[in-house]
């Protein structure tokens, strides 16, 4: 395949992408609805939480979810960001990559056989396998985006907008699923098999790529990225490309606030009168709220930028983390997932849209693995910090500090924003 593109000038490649642009497009939202009802019941937001506070009443090891999934996935999104370089296929180095997470989730299921048994085991058991999955999901990233602008050469912001808004119905689709098989089976046979649903589904979603998914690649000789140079290429980034820099500082500070997104769903649960099935509900509500949220953000970062979709979603974050505060009732938590999900879909979008945004073409993948990594070490402090408090005290402080954060990104992020207009003026 790549022979057939070798020493293509660029019009030519454009020309070939343009005339694959349509089925890559529709290949791709078709993997977004099969990966994300997996993502759905795999979800470190809403169903993870839950999972583990059944095991254990500790908060700390509910912390461990967040701290697990951002430190090992940050962390690792840095190895894979030169082989994304350096590959002369995206689409099959995200193949290679993306498979080996399916591993992950199929070993979360064993989990379940001890959860009643023998917690320890069990959280062994989960933990390890769900730092294998989160060590998968950070490498996949770079990559993922890699091959997305190879493929979608035009209009990136409203496919992402698109690629949530089918991920979030397919979403739907599957917490509703999620919610009757809670309520109808008991304690862990129900998490097994939500779990093993989702493991299908992702499997399904990796052979759409294999077979759907129609690159256009010049296969031309490139300079090759050594690990040992990439000290020397972020260092490069920061002092020269002053936009993503400050879209760096944005997301480290966002550390501090995303330690709230484990126990929203756990304050939910706290209240009386909540369904057996809540989980289900609440990442429904989620769900739907993706739906018109992703498809908003997508608009907003094709017109105004990621800087600009920041400032959006941790407006959005301030009102949701001190809704959580004083909501009085369960029946209150849909109006905060709906808030939730604009403040995630905000930061996540824009996340994936600065890679693309600020590389102008160039080591995407190294634009996306840094800023993961940059912000790792404050996502896993601050989770460790937000578990000890949440235990030791109660949600509602990790709430209020979660709150200041998201003020002071909110300010900067505005700040930054109008400062990248002047300078491209």
Not at 96 to 109: D, S
Request: aromatic share 16%; charged share 10%.
């Amino acid at each position: 395949m790549a022979n057939k593109y070798k020493n293509m000038n660029n019009n030519e490649i454009i020309k070939q992408r343009e005339r694959y642009y349509v089925r890559n497009y529709i290949a791709l939202l078709f993997e977004g609805f099969f990966v994300s009802f997996a993502f759905t019941i795999f979800s470190h937001t809403t169903v993870f939480p839950v999972y583990v506070s059944y095991i254990t009443d500790n908060s700390i090891f509910v912390s461990m979810v967040a701290v697990v999934y951002f430190g090992f996935s940050y962390f690792s999104s840095i190895l894979s960001s030169i082989w994304g370089v350096n590959a002369k296929s995206p689409k099959w180095i995200s193949i290679i990559i993306c498979g080996t997470q399916r591993i992950g989730f199929i070993f979360i299921i064993f989990s379940t056989y001890y959860a009643l048994s023998n917690s320890i085991i069990a959280l062994t058991f989960f933990f390890s396998s769900f730092a294998l999955f989160s060590m998968a999901s950070g490498m996949s990233g770079p990559v993922f985006y890699n091959m997305v602008a190879t493929v979608i050469h035009r209009n990136v912001g409203g496919f992402m907008g698109s690629y949530s808004l089918i991920g979030a119905a397919s979403g739907v689709i599957s917490s509703r699923l999620m919610t009757k098989v809670l309520e109808r089976f008991n304690f862990p046979v129900n998490y097994r098999t939500i779990f093993i649903i989702g493991t299908v589904m992702a499997v399904i979603a990796t052979f759409i790529v294999v077979f759907g998914v129609k690159e256009v690649v010049n296969n031309e000789e490139k300079e090759k990225i050594r690990f040992s140079s990439l000290p020397y290429i972020v260092k490069d980034l920061f002092l020269t490309n002053k936009p993503y820099r400050r879209f760096v500082i944005t997301r480290v500070i966002l550390g501090l606030a995303e330690t709230t997104l484990p126990f929203y769903i756990i304050k939910v649960g706290q209240f009386e009168g909540v369904s057996a099935g809540f989980v289900g509900t609440m990442t429904t509500v989620l769900l739907i709220s993706n739906m018109i949220a992703g498809k908003f953000m997508g608009y907003i970062g094709d017109k105004k930028g990621p800087m600009f979709m920041v400032h959006i979603g941790t407006v959005c974050g301030v009102f949701a983390s001190v809704f959580a505060l004083f909501m009085p009732g369960y029946q209150y938590g849909y109006i905060l997932f709906v808030l939730v999900s604009f403040a995630q879909q905000g930061i996540l979008l824009s996340t994936n849209v600065a890679g693309i945004y600020y590389s102008k073409g160039d080591n995407i993948p190294i634009l996306v693995a840094t800023t993961g990594l940059t912000s790792a070490p404050v996502y896993v402090i601050s989770s460790i910090v937000a578990g000890f408090l949440a235990n030791k005290y109660s949600v509602n402080l990790v709430f209020s500090i979660g709150a200041l954060a998201y003020i002071s990104v909110a300010v900067l992020s505005y700040i930054f924003y109008q400062t990248n207009r002047r300078d491209i003026a």
